[in-house]
């Protein structure tokens, strides 16, 4: 049995999701095209344009979630920072 792969959905963890989707829906002209949550308590996002398929979910549960991003992850990412490229 042959299994064939149509696409692909990554799931991005984040810590500030009005500000990820802020982020990435400008310049990319990414949709929003379904979220669990309301307004600021989105917890879930797929994102679509195209063929690509985008997923965001919040790195904590609301009443975990440290005041602050941990600052080794925050230089970690700022090192490592992916490669968004927009036509």
Same mark, same amino acid.
């Given at each position: 049995?042959?299994?064939?792969?149509?696409?692909?959905?990554p799931?991005l963890n984040?810590?500030?999701?009005? +500000?990820?989707?802020?982020?990435?829906?400008?310049? =990319?002209?990414?949709?929003? &095209?379904?979220?669990?949550? /309301? @307004?600021? *308590?989105v917890?879930?996002?797929?994102l679509?344009?195209?063929g690509?398929?985008?997923?965001?979910?919040? +790195?904590?549960?609301?009443?975990?979630?440290?005041p =602050?991003?941990?600052?080794a &992850?925050?230089?970690?990412? /700022? @090192?490592? *920072?992916?490669?968004?490229w927009?036509p």
């Open positions: 049995m042959d299994i064939k792969f149509r696409g692909m959905s799931l984040v810590f500030d999701m009005p +500000a990820s989707l802020a982020f990435l829906s400008r310049p =990319s002209r990414l949709r929003d &095209r379904e979220h669990v949550g /309301r @307004r600021r *308590r917890r879930l996002v797929w679509q344009r195209g690509v398929d985008l997923m965001l979910n919040t +790195a904590y549960e609301t009443a975990h979630a440290p =602050s991003p941990d600052p &992850r925050t230089e970690s990412h /700022r @090192r490592h *920072r992916p490669l968004l927009v």
